[in-house]
């Protein structure tokens, strides 16, 4: 019998401080019926992405997620009924299908996936992650062989992919990560050259001992004091590939920095730039093709990070902001 009930997670209230448990509800509604145009998707897996915290924080480059409505965030879904053309019952799609079972959505707000196993390397190395990392890597921070590439929150699902390329263009990589465990995973199984642990070290001493050379390429999926404490350490010419600010996104942030932006960049000639994965979607098919390469011939590990059950969306999302996760966190449905 098909499924009539399908469960939703609201986001009840927009946080002014740290997220809780507190600012969701679980609840339930009908499973609506695709209109023209649309889609009716059943959500296989959802996609837990520091920015899910930042939409609640107003608009970034996309909408704000408002309070008493389904929390935004992207999906891997599976189309059930189709009143759109060129999307059949079965196809598999990556959208915003937001914390739910099943949603009605417009076929054009879309893409369709390839069905590849596992399903989930299409929400990290081939999803949002691999591409942002590939992206901001190659086309932001340019990097050349023999250069100094550090990156930050560098055990996560974009860090950790950032950190890879880079060890496969030739470049000297050292990873900023949060605990012993984390940076011990980064040298021992990813290959990245030193890694930083900021919540036991004093990051501006230790990451000067790891990159003696200075730093070609920052990639900053942080910003705040970590960000302040790379910026004197680039070389001439360096560039800083502005990926995300987690550290300011979780409520009041404690960091003061950066500062000195502005001095620092004239006298070393820095590029500091910003980025959205999808400025470059139409290099796409090569990104999925070197990426696809590179987890063939084991150049580039895939860490998962699996949590089952719709119910336990929001917890996941808290921990993430925490560091629970290692690699790509996700839901499955
Ligand atoms: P991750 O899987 O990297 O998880 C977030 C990690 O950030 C945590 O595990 C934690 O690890 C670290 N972190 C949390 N708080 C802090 C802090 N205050 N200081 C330093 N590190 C912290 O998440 P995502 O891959 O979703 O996001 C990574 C970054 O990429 C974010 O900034 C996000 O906004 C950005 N992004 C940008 C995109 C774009 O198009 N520009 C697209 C996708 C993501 P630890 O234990 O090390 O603290």
Same mark, same amino acid.
């Given at each position: 019998?098909?499924? %009539?009930?399908?469960?939703? !997670?609201? @986001?009840?209230?927009?946080?002014?401080?740290?997220?809780?448990?507190q600012h969701?509800?679980?609840?339930?509604?009908?499973?609506?019926?695709?209109?023209?145009?649309?889609? @009716?998707?059943?959500?296989?897996?959802?996609s837990?992405?520091?920015?899910?915290?930042? +939409?609640?924080?107003?608009?970034?480059? #996309?909408?704000?997620?408002?309070?008493?409505?389904?929390?935004?965030?992207?999906? @891997?879904?599976?189309?059930? =009924?189709? &009143?759109?053309?060129?999307?059949?019952?079965?196809? $598999?799609? *990556?959208?915003? %299908?937001? +914390?739910?079972?099943?949603?009605?959505?417009?076929?054009?707000?879309?893409?369709?996936?390839?069905?590849?196993?596992?399903?989930?390397?299409?929400?990290?190395? *081939?999803g949002i992650?691999?591409?942002?990392?590939?992206f901001?890597? $190659?086309?932001?921070?340019?990097?050349?062989?023999?250069?100094?590439?550090?990156?930050?929150? =560098?055990?996560?699902?974009?860090?950790?992919?950032?950190?890879?390329?880079?060890?496969?263009? /030739?470049?000297r990589?050292?990873?900023?990560?949060g605990?012993?465990? &984390?940076?011990? +995973?980064? %040298?021992?199984?990813?290959?990245?050259?030193?890694?930083?642990?900021?919540?036991?070290e004093?990051?501006?001493? %230790?990451l000067?001992?790891?990159?003696?050379?200075?730093?070609?390429?920052?990639?900053?999926?942080? /910003?705040?004091?970590? @960000?302040?404490?790379?910026?004197?350490?680039?070389?001439?010419?360096? #560039?800083?590939a502005?990926?995300?600010? !987690?550290?300011?996104?979780?409520?009041?942030?404690?960091a003061?920095?950066?500062?000195?932006?502005?001095?620092? !960049?004239?006298?070393?000639?820095?590029?500091?730039?910003? *980025?959205?994965?999808?400025?470059?979607?139409?290099?796409?098919?090569?990104?999925?093709?070197?990426?696809?390469? +590179?987890?063939?011939?084991?150049?580039?590990?895939?860490?998962?990070?699996?949590?089952? /059950?719709?119910?336990?969306?929001?917890?996941? $999302? !808290? /921990?993430?902001?925490?560091g629970?996760?290692?690699?790509?966190?996700?839901?499955?449905?």
């Amino acid at each position: 019998m098909a499924q %009539t009930t399908n469960r939703q !997670i609201l @986001l009840v209230e927009k946080p002014t401080g740290k997220l809780g448990p507190q600012h969701f509800k679980m609840s339930e509604s009908a499973v609506p019926e695709p209109k023209d145009g649309e889609v @009716l998707l059943r959500v296989l897996y959802i996609s837990l992405d520091a920015a899910n915290r930042a +939409w609640m924080q107003g608009a970034t480059y #996309r909408s704000a997620v408002e309070a008493n409505s389904v929390m935004a965030g992207g999906g @891997l879904a599976e189309v059930m =009924a189709s &009143k759109a053309p060129g999307f059949a019952p079965g196809d $598999l799609v *990556f959208g915003d %299908t937001g +914390w739910q079972d099943y949603t009605a959505v417009p076929a054009k707000h879309l893409v369709k996936v390839p069905r590849i196993e596992p399903l989930t390397h299409l929400l990290s190395v *081939f999803g949002i992650a691999g591409l942002t990392a590939y992206f901001g890597l $190659l086309n932001v921070g340019k990097p050349k062989a023999g250069e100094t590439v550090v990156v930050s929150a =560098a055990a996560g699902s974009v860090g950790s992919i950032v950190g890879q390329i880079a060890k496969i263009k /030739g470049c000297r990589v050292i990873g900023i990560a949060g605990g012993k465990d &984390k940076c011990n +995973w980064l %040298t021992s199984e990813l290959g990245f050259d030193a890694a930083v642990d900021y919540k036991s070290e004093a990051i501006f001493k %230790t990451l000067k001992a790891a990159a003696p050379n200075g730093i070609d390429v920052y990639f900053d999926n942080v /910003g705040g004091d970590i @960000l302040e404490a790379c910026l004197p350490q680039m070389n001439l010419r360096g #560039r800083i590939a502005c990926c995300g600010a !987690i550290s300011q996104y979780d409520g009041a942030p404690s960091a003061t920095g950066p500062r000195g932006i502005p001095g620092l !960049i004239v006298v070393k000639r820095l590029t500091m730039q910003g *980025f959205i994965v999808t400025d470059f979607y139409d290099q796409r098919d090569q990104a999925f093709s070197d990426l696809q390469s +590179w987890v063939k011939a084991g150049q580039l590990k895939v860490q998962e990070d699996v949590i089952d /059950g719709l119910e336990n969306t929001p917890q996941a $999302l !808290i /921990g993430l902001l925490a560091g629970e996760n290692r690699g790509k966190r996700m839901v499955k449905v």
